[in-house]
């Protein structure tokens, strides 16, 4: 008798968060190559058209597929308020918060149903969200202390964060994401990086104007190391590019050195590295940092500022500084000045760059969607 996984992968056939859809057809591909014998992987998705089509192409391998009678946006509602029509239980596990979280008997019936969360912005930074978006996250949260078997973080530091959040006891467990399986530098990395309208040596970052993200930190450390390159800024939403480049304004930063960019496919993102310098990462948040990982796992040199999720993260592959939690995200705050310190340590000498580069390179082979889909069914094995 085959013994079925069923993956939630609601964000492979209605998306709405571009990390979030990355992870989930990453680690469900995985899930189908790493299944140990006598398992399969099943998806449940919403009442979405072709949802079958779709996961054929993302998600090849499928042994099955459970549609929901609900589109995306009803079945999250559904399932906040604690109902699962027709879903049915076994082994659930869900790449997000999206998931039955309802009373169920993992004892005889061998149900069990595991969740992930991949930041705290709800409660980070739940100024800057949509409410319906906070209350729902939070909502799930809460429903996860109550009826999940297991809550997967991408970090320990993370998993310190939640188990404050809720009477989670021994059910936390950190399994990290990792870059896309086969992310690289592409071959027409330089074709794809001057029609994105970027020059060749320029420092990368990734955020918004949000007072979260401390884009300006990243502007002010450019400005504090004395280097002459541009700043591009990817991941910014839309209708927000003119705040990202006043915020370089305001840090001493000419908006000429300025590019903007929205969210980006996997070949443009891989274009971008391969011509920068340097990465850097100014947020403080508890949040997975996605495009941090992206850039070890092609060698690019990384500054990130000290945090709990960056020291874990990076580790020693790359350049960790410290700063004080409370300056202001401007060309003249502590982080401003530590990153332009450690940016001009790391890109001053060709020797530096090299070091740095195989130091992000090593690290970021730590970072595998295989090892991560192989702990997931241990996790349920476990379980």
């Not at 020291?311 to 409370?326: C, K, Y």
């Amino acid at each position: 008798m085959t013994a079925l996984l069923r993956v939630v992968l609601d964000q492979v056939v209605a998306p709405t968060a571009s990390d979030l859809t990355t992870a989930s057809r990453e680690l469900g591909r995985a899930l189908v190559r790493t299944a140990p014998a006598g398992c399969a992987v099943e998806a449940i998705v919403p009442a979405v058209p072709d949802a079958a089509g779709t996961l054929e192409g993302a998600v090849p391998g499928l042994a099955s597929l459970s549609r929901a009678s609900l589109g995306r946006r009803e079945l999250a509602a559904a399932w906040q308020l604690g109902v699962a029509p027709g879903i049915g239980g076994g082994m659930i596990h869900s790449p997000t918060l999206m998931a039955p979280l309802v009373r169920h008997d993992r004892v005889n019936d061998n149900d069990q149903t595991v969740v992930t969360i991949w930041d705290l912005d709800a409660w980070e930074r739940g100024a800057e969200l949509h409410r319906g978006a906070v209350t729902w996250q939070k909502a799930m949260l809460k429903r996860a202390a109550r009826f999940a078997d297991a809550v997967v973080v991408p970090t320990h530091a993370m998993a310190a964060r939640v188990s404050e959040l809720g009477a989670f006891g021994d059910r936390v467990r950190v399994i990290a994401g990792a870059a896309p399986a086969g992310f690289a530098v592409p071959t027409d990395e330089i074709g794809r990086r001057r029609a994105l309208g970027v020059p060749e040596g320029f420092v990368l970052a990734s955020g918004s104007s949000s007072p979260s993200a401390r884009v300006g930190d990243a502007f002010g450390a450019v400005v504090a190391a004395g280097l002459d390159v541009a700043v591009v800024v990817i991941d910014v939403p839309e209708g927000d590019a003119d705040a990202v480049t006043a915020l370089a304004s305001a840090s001493g930063l000419s908006s000429d050195r300025v590019v903007a960019l929205g969210a980006l496919d996997d070949a443009d993102r891989g274009a971008l590295l391969g011509g920068a310098v340097a990465f850097v990462a100014p947020s403080r948040l508890s949040a997975f940092p996605w495009r941090l990982v992206e850039a070890l796992a092609v060698g690019l040199p990384v500054v990130a500022v000290d945090t709990p999720v960056h020291r874990e993260v990076v580790w020693d592959g790359g350049a960790l500084v410290e700063a004080d939690p409370s300056d202001a995200g401007s060309s003249t705050s502590s982080a401003a000045a530590a990153l332009g310190a450690a940016l001009a340590e790391v890109l001053g000498s060709t020797a530096s760059v090299e070091r740095y580069g195989v130091l992000a390179a090593d690290r970021g082979r730590a970072f595998s969607w295989f090892g991560a889909a192989e702990r997931v069914w241990m996790l349920h094995a476990d379980l």
